[in-house]
């Protein structure tokens, strides 16, 4: 579909796809709604792009993919990725952080960095769609269950705790704050997952994600109540 208000993503990537394992393409753009209805129709296919190799359909993208043996996401597969890349930027934000003010990456504050980095970016994630990140949060968290407000609430403080952290300011609220919810979240997880057993999903990187709640989730509380009692020894 190569039209002048879109042009298909998947069609692109099937394309590029054929061209790395070595094939020569014909490319047949459909340039029309009509063209597009009509193909789908002719061919018997709900979807396009459709790929033909020596005359045999292969069919859409992903059907593509398995034709060369590739793996095909499953969108509603569990997967660490997402929570894995916030602290992975986070601590290198931390680190770089650090040189640019220390002349090191290994300064006094880098771990405090780090923390408060990916709570800011946590929150950041929840921000996006604090409706949606309420409804999974309250599938778990024993305070937002009790106060349902706690669950809107709860990005917003997590932001504001981070932000004071980063700027070394008003340690009398951003501690409570994090000893609050990071100690309330690691006891929501506790119960969840390692007494009552449950699968769920975790609501730390926004409602639409499929990171599973467990070790990482409580790491996250845990590393919230660590800087804060940090914070408040220091």
Not at 43 to 58: E, L, M, S, W, Y
Not at 139 to 158: C, F, K, M, S
Not at 184 to 212: H, Q
Request: with cysteine; hydrophobic share 50%; proline share 5%.
């Amino acid at each position: 579909m190569v039209m002048p208000t879109h042009v298909c993503p998947f069609g692109l990537k099937a394309r590029d796809l054929l061209r790395r394992n070595g094939y020569t393409v014909e490319d047949h753009h459909l340039i029309t709604r009509a063209e597009v209805d009509a193909f789908k129709a002719a061919h018997g296919v709900a979807t396009t792009p459709q790929t033909v190799i020596d005359g045999k359909r292969i069919g859409g993208y992903d059907d593509l993919r398995r034709f060369f043996g590739l793996a095909i996401a499953d969108p509603g597969a569990m997967r660490y990725r997402p929570i894995a890349a916030v602290f992975a930027m986070t601590a290198l934000m931390a680190l770089a952080t650090s040189m640019g003010t220390f002349g090191t990456p290994f300064g006094m504050r880098t771990v405090e960095w780090f923390v408060a980095f990916s709570m800011a970016v946590l929150a950041i994630l929840k921000l996006q769609n604090v409706e949606r990140f309420a409804t999974m949060f309250l599938g778990y968290d024993l305070l937002a269950q009790r106060w349902v407000p706690y669950a809107t609430l709860y990005p917003y403080l997590e932001g504001l705790a981070a932000v004071l952290m980063i700027a070394h300011v008003a340690p009398w609220l951003s501690v409570p704050v994090a000893l609050v919810i990071g100690g309330v979240g690691a006891g929501s997880v506790v119960k969840a997952v390692y007494v009552d057993r449950r699968e769920l999903r975790c609501a730390c990187v926004g409602g639409d994600s499929n990171v599973p709640l467990g070790f990482v989730s409580l790491t996250e509380n845990v590393m919230m109540v660590a800087m804060a009692l940090w914070m408040m020894l220091g």
